[in-house]
């Protein structure tokens, strides 16, 4: 209950950097423990450390983790391409 109050203290702050749009839902994965936000889109944000970020999922190789995890090996054209979106995003120009 204390992670989920700080979630939703971290996302009233409205970081620009976890991607999500209103409305939101709170989520539990009972196989991991751990508590997210999610948003119809299906984007998810989480606590790394004391920030709310974007969680990732490439849909192509499996591959999850907050930005900085993201960086791995592609098995395809198309999880190269997850890859690069996900720069765009963090670094629009």
């Not at 409305?23 to 004391?50: E, K, R, Y």
Request: hydrophobic share 30%; with cysteine.
């Amino acid at each position: 209950m204390d992670l989920a109050a700080k979630l939703l203290d971290k996302f009233s702050d409205r970081p620009a950097d976890c991607g999500l749009e209103e409305p939101i839902s709170l989520g539990f994965n009972l196989d991991s423990g751990c508590v997210f936000l999610f948003d119809g889109d299906g984007n998810t944000a989480m606590l790394n450390g004391d920030k709310l970020e974007t969680w990732y999922d490439c849909p192509y190789c499996g591959h999850e983790g907050f930005k900085e995890d993201m960086d791995h090996e592609p098995e395809d054209d198309e999880c190269l391409e997850y890859l690069k979106q996900i720069e765009v995003e963090h670094n629009p120009q």
